[in-house]
Structure formats: structure tokens, C-alpha cells
């Protein structure tokens, strides 16, 4: 298993940073990881992700809600051709802190037979940057 973590401090509450992050029709406009993410945030659901790493192809993928817990949680997993070929789990946590303040994580847990042989150092360091990259954007968002 390889992990990929982030996390930003921002000033607002966990539903500023839900209302953001649910509202999937304009991650267009403010997310430059993410760039469209089609779908109903339920757990058992399936979404549309489009993504696009920094310096990398964007890719489209379909994976399962395992979680949307309002104002906590977004979780999904995703496949890469078949289950246990390349498999990623994608959460997005909201956690609270100090009045007015949450810490809002995003990570990516990867399993299956390829992870030894994808999951490069150019390939993380490009991931995590793409997370970073989205936890400023959504920071910007909450707090203006």
C-alpha cells in the first residue's frame, strides 16, 4: 500500500467547507486538481471524477461512494481496469478545531499488483502537489 496525504488550515466552519466541496457543479470554476466531479454524494452511488494531475494527463474514472458524511467525510474507491489491479481510495475529511477553525484532509490510500510499479516518485510527487494545489483553491474559496 502506498498513502498520499495533505492537509490546510481554514478559518470557517465544517459546513463553509462542505457547502464548497459539495458543490460539485462548480469545481470547474475553482478546483484545478479536480477539474468535474458529476453525481449524487451518497454512499453506494457512483461518480464521474475528471482530474488533472499537475504536469500530468487527465484522466476520468468512475469509482463508488463509500461515504458522504455531511460536513465530515467524502470517500470514494476507484479502480484501474479491474478490482486489485490498481485500486484508490480518495477521502476528503473535514475536521474541526479551535473555534472558527477546521483542518481539511485529502488523501489517497493505493493498493493492488501495479501499485510497485505506477506509484513512482514522479507520479507521488505530482499527486500530492495536485491535492495541495486543491487544498489552497478550497481554502480561497471558504474564506472569501
Do not use: C
Amino acid at each position: 500500500m502506498k498513502r498520499i496525504k495533505t492537509s490546510i488550515e481554514i478559518h470557517g466552519r465544517p459546513r463553509d467547507v462542505w457547502r464548497v466541496l459539495s458543490d460539485t457543479d462548480s469545481y470547474g470554476d475553482w478546483n484545478p486538481f479536480i477539474r468535474s466531479l458529476q453525481g449524487k454524494l451518497q454512499e453506494g452511488g457512483r461518480v464521474r471524477v475528471s482530474l488533472k494531475p499537475p504536469e500530468g494527463k487527465a484522466m476520468t474514472f468512475r469509482p463508488k461512494m463509500l461515504m458522504a458524511d455531511e460536513e465530515r467525510e467524502l470517500r470514494w474507491k476507484g479502480h484501474l481496469l479491474i478490482p486489485g489491479l490498481l485500486d484508490g481510495e480518495h477521502r476528503f475529511a473535514i475536521e474541526p478545531m479551535e473555534k472558527g477553525h477546521v483542518r481539511f484532509v485529502q488523501e489517497e490510500r493505493f493498493t493492488g499488483m501495479l501499485v510497485p510499479l505506477l506509484m513512482n516518485a514522479a507520479m507521488r510527487r505530482r499527486t500530492e502537489r495536485g491535492f495541495s494545489e486543491m487544498n489552497e483553491a478550497l481554502k480561497q474559496q471558504v474564506e472569501s
